[in-house]
């Protein structure tokens, strides 16, 4: 138990439809983190929030949308996913983002396109 | 491009025996490198790190080795325990200029056998 939690922890959609991930931590951190792992891939980052700003998009479709309400809280909004979009999605905190503190991720979600 | 090179993507070792992981890189502005491990259903745990103005690093079982001009680390357990079972990711960064943005490796899965 890292202290980020993760809903759902599977998810199966079509690409017509509308869904959000959702990422809460219970560590009193200021900076959360998507990520992005695909088969065989390194864990790729999406986006990094900092007291509730977006302070990183690295390149990201916008199909992807993310939303940051207050630093405990954060979504991942999806809709007209591809397949190729199926993946693990991870979502990490730390203390700050602007210089080295350590991540603490969670479980993640299990996302599969049809 | 991968700038985080994990070669080998499984690893078999005898309880009892050294595990050795490695990592190479090629991004020669990363100055902070750390090892994360993850079990299945769960997300990655941080383990140790190592700064680039040392080039060992050790915390009970786990010593990380580090040598700048072959952009290469590596990481020891001894002696392997079952429960060290796990995927373990290699990561970077760049301590100034960087943010906390973490380039990964695709992983290497460890397997301690009785």
């Known amino acids: 138990e890292t202290g980020v939690t993760q809903t759902p922890r599977h998810l199966v959609m079509g690409m017509t439809n509308k869904k959000s991930l959702k990422c809460e931590q219970h560590?009193?951190?200021?900076?959360m983190y998507w990520y992005k792992q695909s088969a065989k891939k390194p864990l790729e980052l999406m986006f990094v929030?900092?007291?509730?700003?977006?302070?990183e998009n690295n390149s990201v479709p916008s199909r992807f949308s993310p939303e940051c309400p207050n630093s405990s809280h954060l979504f991942l909004h999806l809709h007209t996913l591809q397949p190729e979009d199926s993946a693990l999605y991870l979502c990490a905190s730390s203390l700050g983002s602007d210089s080295y503190n350590e991540q603490f991720f969670g479980p993640g979600t299990r996302l599969t396109v049809l | 491009d991968q700038q985080v090179k994990q070669n080998s993507p499984s690893l078999s070792v005898q309880e009892g025996r050294i595990s050795i992981l490695n990592c190479d890189y090629t991004n020669s502005m990363f100055d902070y490198f750390l090892w994360y491990k993850k079990y299945p259903a769960e997300g990655p745990t941080f383990l140790i790190s190592?700064?680039?103005?040392?080039d060992k690093n050790e915390d009970g079982r786990f010593t990380v080795f580090l040598n700048k001009s072959a952009k290469h680390l590596s990481l020891h357990i001894v002696p392997s325990q079952p429960g060290d079972s796990a995927v373990y990711f290699c990561a970077a960064r760049r301590l100034t200029g960087g943010g906390n943005k973490l380039t990964f490796g695709t992983g290497t899965q460890l397997k301690v056998e009785l």
């Open positions: 929030y900092n007291f509730k700003e977006q302070t």
């Open positions: 190592i700064s680039s103005i040392k």
């Open positions: 560590l009193g951190h200021n900076a």
